[in-house]
């Protein structure tokens, strides 16, 4: 970090307001003070600060020394290569456009989890058994609220296989999952993962490599989910209701397939051109450089032709132990990411079209890219 100390103030107007912010909340959880909160309202989907503690722009305990906020940011500054040499001792090369780790194919091998989970349930059979078999204590993920009939995402803690299950499959709006930590903390979990995109993702690895305390050692495992953007949730009316008829409390599933998939409960299934989707694309999204989740342990996608398995990038020790135990009990089946040449070369496609939208004006790092494709 600086040795001048930046806080809310640099961070207000760094990233918060410059067009930089993800809407991760992870400033908001590392928040001692509880003086930062998170709007998710209108698609704002963004912190901010109380107007009792030195107002919108300005923090009085970061003015006298507090800058949690600013070390659990993965937009701040040096972010990336931060968090690269933290996890990898080194910063990626230019030619590592989706990051440090190695590409293969794999889904679960419990056909319960491959029905009910996405792309294979991959991520399903690994948090279940990381929740028992004693590596974590909760995961941070996203579910729907009340009987899922209104497709609203939030950010929910699973502890069983039961809750897993539950809150399988992807939603595509926005999810702050990182503001489910506090209920996972006051339930006794010490240790936890995250479940989300590349901003969430990132959280973890950056706190650590800032010294942000006990809430960088209860993250302790990070599970990324490969994304090119999320949408507002008000694309269920303006979009989906609007043109196609497609109430939310018809919707059973989604997916993104180079078109949106939306399959009905009377059986339907619908393709609508992903073009009509860019008008609800959430703002923190636009200048997003991270596809792949570089700074997970376990990289994510359901990309690529073989539609019930998962694309995985195994980026760190840890990941790749938890694989490894993965195989071995059974649990998940592997192939070869050279299986489906296809998902790895749209896996670098995606990957450098999300580079080139981190702005010239900031740390170069996120932008760099392999000579043929700049």
């Given at each position: ?14 990233v918060?307001t410059s067009?930089l912010?993800?809407?991760c909340a992870?400033c ?20 901010w ?8 722009e300005?923090?009085?305990h ?9 070390r659990?940011?993965p937009?701040?500054r040096n972010?990336e ?26 889904r679960?091998?419990?056909?319960e989890?491959?029905e009910n ?5 991959f ?7 990381a ?11 996203s579910g ?5 009939s209104?497709?609203?995402a939030?950010?929910?803690v ?25 209920r996972a903390?006051?339930?006794g979990?010490e ?7 590349g901003?969430?993702a990132?959280?973890p690895?950056v706190?650590?490599s ?10 302790s495992?990070?599970?990324?989910l490969?994304?090119?953007?999320t ?20 919707i059973k599933?989604m997916?993104?397939k180079g ?13 609508i ?13 636009l200048?997003c450089p ?6 997970a ?5 359901g ?21 490894s135990?993965?195989k ?6 592997t192939?070869p990411?050279d299986?489906?040449?296809g998902?790895?070369a749209l ?5 450098q079209v999300?580079r ?7 740390d170069p790092?996120?932008r ?5 494709a700049?």
């Open positions: 970090m600086a040795l001048d100390k930046p806080h809310w103030r640099q961070l207000f107007s760094e918060v067009g912010c993800t809407g992870a908001v959880i590392a928040c001692p003070h509880d003086v930062l909160e998170y709007e998710s309202d209108n698609g704002v989907y963004k912190p600060h109380l107007d009792i503690d030195g107002g919108r300005d923090c009085t970061g003015e006298t020394g507090c800058t949690l906020c600013t659990a940011c937009r701040f972010w290569g931060e968090i690269d040499t933290k996890l990898f001792a080194r910063e990626r090369t230019d030619d590592e456009v989706y990051g440090i780790g190695d590409v293969l194919l794999a679960a091998s419990d056909p989890l491959v989970g996405q792309d294979g349930g991520v399903s059979a690994l948090l279940i058994y929740l028992e078999n004693d590596v974590i204590d909760a995961a941070l993920v729907l609220e009340g009987d899922g209104t497709w609203v939030q950010p929910q699973a502890r069983t296989r039961e809750e897993v299950l539950h809150t399988a499959k992807s939603r595509y709006t926005y999810s702050a999952n990182l503001l489910a930590y506090p903390v006051a339930e979990a240790r936890i993962a995250i479940v989300g995109m901003c969430m990132s959280a690895g706190m650590q800032r010294k942000a305390g006990k809430i960088a050692r209860r993250l495992l990070s599970i990324g490969m994304c090119s953007k949408f507002d949730d008000s694309i269920f009316e303006g979009l989906f209701e609007a043109k196609y008829q497609i109430k939310r409390a018809d599933k997916n993104i078109v949106f998939q939306i399959w009905t409960n009377d059986g339907a299934m619908h393709e051109p992903l073009k009509e989707a860019h008008a609800f694309t959430r703002e923190g999204c200048l991270d596809f792949a989740a570089e700074h342990d376990i990289s994510t996608g990309i690529g032709a073989f539609g019930d398995w998962t694309l995985v990038i195994v980026r760190t020790d840890k990941g790749r132990e938890l694989l135990a993965l071995e009990n059974g649990l998940i089946e192939r990411g299986d489906d040449p998902a790895v896996l670098h496609r995606l990957a999300s080139k939208r981190w702005p010239k004006d900031q790092a996120p760099r890219l392999p000579l043929s700049t």
